[in-house]
T-cell receptor
Framework: GENVEQHPSTLSVQEGDSAVIKCTYSDSASNYFPWYKQELGKGPQLIIDIRSNVGEKKDQRIAVTLNKTAKHFSLHITETQPEDSAVYFC??????????FGKGTRLHILP | DADVTQTPRNRITKTGKRIMLECSQTKGHDRMYWYRQDPGLGLRLIYY???????NKGEISDGYSVSRQAQAKFSLSLESAIPNQTALYFC?????????????FGPGTRLTVT
């Protein structure tokens, strides 16, 4: 089955700097790669996703890149702000039944 | 997300007790999921259901059972709770037309088994 590895497990960046979280997946049939943000005391919420026919997608300060050959994808957050502090999960799916999540990255934005 | 509600939000129970966690949704989605979250382990799928008559095991179904009472309701049961089932449990939904795309999560239930 699919296996998703996520790094780093914890990341601290200065406010205003960029943050990058990286994930790899094992199933070449996976074609959907969402990113979820989980704030304290809440359930995960989708922030951006990318499908296998696209190499990059941007939404304001966040962007995702996908390298299908290498089976890895990344989340980039620019001009980080205090409200970006949260746990971020990458995930992979064939789009048919279930999503397999990475173990999460705790992002701290330092003042 | 108020469209997906979970009850109770917190529960402390003793080893050996039966406990049920409930999930309700008003999004009109066909697909519902139960996940378990442990520190450092991310979200792991316990069970998922495509409709009332379709129930599937996830990667960690041992020790759990589910019931899909209606399109909008999906319950998770621990028949005989054990301490290593202490975790945060999330229910999620997605639209059948979208496959597994975009799952909407409830606020979670924090379960402690003593």
């Amino acid at each position: 089955g699919e296996n998703v590895e996520q790094h780093p497990s914890t990341l601290s960046v200065q406010e205003g700097d960029s943050a990058v979280i990286k994930c790899t997946y094992s199933d070449s049939a996976s074609n959907y790669f969402p990113w979820y943000k989980q704030e304290l005391g809440k359930g995960p919420q989708l922030i951006i996703d990318i499908r296998s026919n696209v190499g990059e997608k941007k939404d304001q300060r966040i962007a995702v890149t996908l390298n299908k050959t290498a089976k890895h994808f990344s989340l980039h957050i620019t001009e980080t702000q205090p409200e970006d502090s949260a746990v971020y999960f990458c995930a992979a799916s064939r789009g048919d039944d279930k999503i397999i999540f990475g173990k999460g990255t705790r992002l701290h934005i330092l003042p | 997300d108020a469209d997906v509600t979970q009850t109770p939000r917190n529960r402390i129970t003793k080893t050996g007790k039966r406990i049920m966690l409930e999930c309700s949704q008003t999004k009109g989605h066909d697909r519902m999921y139960w996940y378990r979250q442990d520190p450092g382990l991310g979200l792991r799928l316990i069970y998922y259901s495509f409709d009332v008559k379709d129930i599937n095991k996830g990667e960690i179904s041992d020790g759990y059972s589910v019931s899909r009472q209606a399109q909008a309701k999906f319950s998770l049961s621990l028949e005989s709770a054990i301490p290593n089932q202490t975790a945060l449990y999330f229910c999620a939904t997605s639209a059948a037309s979208g496959g597994a795309y975009e799952q909407y999560f409830g606020p979670g239930t924090r379960l402690t088994v003593t």
